[in-house]
């Protein structure tokens, strides 16, 4: 499959970062938000981040102006008819199955029938977007990285109805973006939220109980690119709670997106039983920096 044009649904952090990685690597790109503000805002910081690689050397200034020039912009949200002439189409709206398989059932109606449709959400069951699609045998997942423009990695999710074609499409179009793709099922988590979620709950775990504090914890992981505090702030509930709960790990009432820690451990108190009586794992109820978990 050729692929010349990719549009790209929601201008945020993820989104605009994969119109950039996409527009860099020679990608007419069409970026696709609910009114001109945010199109605006979002292009304008690509341009700015691509600038400051240019100033930095990283980059040549030819090659940032013509990644600008291959971005565009759309507001047809809920008609989605820019994106009728895609060969690849990437939603990367809130992380919301509702939202996302109506984005999913317009682009079923919209989009040319070869078209490769592709999600970046982190956590969410690729198998119900792909069904809300009505063509769930061209419907893949492409999970970017945060931020997409700096971190390589790229999850392939494939679920049950994922023909080879495309699988192999979606293969090609990850090499041509510069990124090493790893390719797994439709399972909760994934692989890199399935791997980090039982790291961030233990570390915060060993807090509360006064096992350890903040400062041997980035000593033990020195070294590594982000200390798991760091990632425990950018994990939301939902991907957390998805990916642990389908390990026979329970996870109730965590009410934040982010987890706001501190360089002194919480003030140590009795763990709870680790083990319930049917063999899942517990979580006792504590504190951290202000945010209620169980």
């Known amino acids: ?22 527009a860099y690597n020679g990608f007419d790109v069409t970026l696709v938000d609910l009114d001109q503000e945010r199109v605006d805002s ?11 690689e240019a100033e930095r050397g990283r980059i040549t200034a030819e090659a940032c102006e013509d990644s600008c020039h291959r971005l565009s912009g759309a507001t047809d949200m809920d008609s989605l008819k820019s994106m009728s002439r895609m060969e690849v189409v990437i ?5 919301d199955i509702e939202v996302k398989s109506g984005v999913f ?3 079923g109606k919209v989009c040319r029938g070869d078209a490769l449709l592709a999600s970046n959400t982190s956590s969410l069951p690729l198998s119900d977007l792909a069904a809300a699609s009505g063509r769930p045998e061209r419907v893949i997942g492409l999970h970017f ?28 179009f990850c090499e041509k973006l510069g990124r090493v793709a790893v390719q797994v099922k439709d399972t909760p988590g ?14 915060i775990e060993m807090l509360d109980n006064g096992g350890s504090d903040r400062r041997g914890h980035r000593q033990c992981l020195q070294g590594r690119p982000e200390p798991h505090h760091g990632a425990a702030r950018h994990c939301r509930p939902h991907r957390a709670g998805h990916a642990k709960a389908h390990r026979g790990e329970h996870v109730r009432g965590v009410r934040r997106a982010a987890l706001q820690s501190t360089d ?10 680790p083990w319930a009586e049917d063999g899942t794992r517990v979580l006792p ?3 951290l920096g202000g945010v209620t978990l169980r």
């Open 145 to 172: 990285f945060n931020p997409p423009w700096a971190l390589k990695l790229v999850e392939i999710v494939s679920t049950a109805s994922t023909t080879e074609e495309t699988l192999r499409d979606a293969m090609r």
């Open 1 to 22: 499959m050729r692929i010349e044009k990719v549009g790209v649904i929601g201008s945020g952090l993820m989104g605009s970062g994969i119109a950039q990685v996409a």
């Open 264 to 273: 002194a451990a919480a003030p140590a108190r009795e763990p709870g039983p």
């Open 105 to 107: 059932r317009q682009l």
């Open 190 to 203: 994934f692989i890199a939220n399935r791997l980090l979620v039982p790291l961030i709950f233990d570390a």
């Open 42 to 52: 979002a292009i304008a910081g690509i341009r700015k981040r691509l600038e400051r």
């Open 285 to 287: 109820v504590r504190r």
């Open 91 to 95: 939603e990367a709206v809130v992380e």
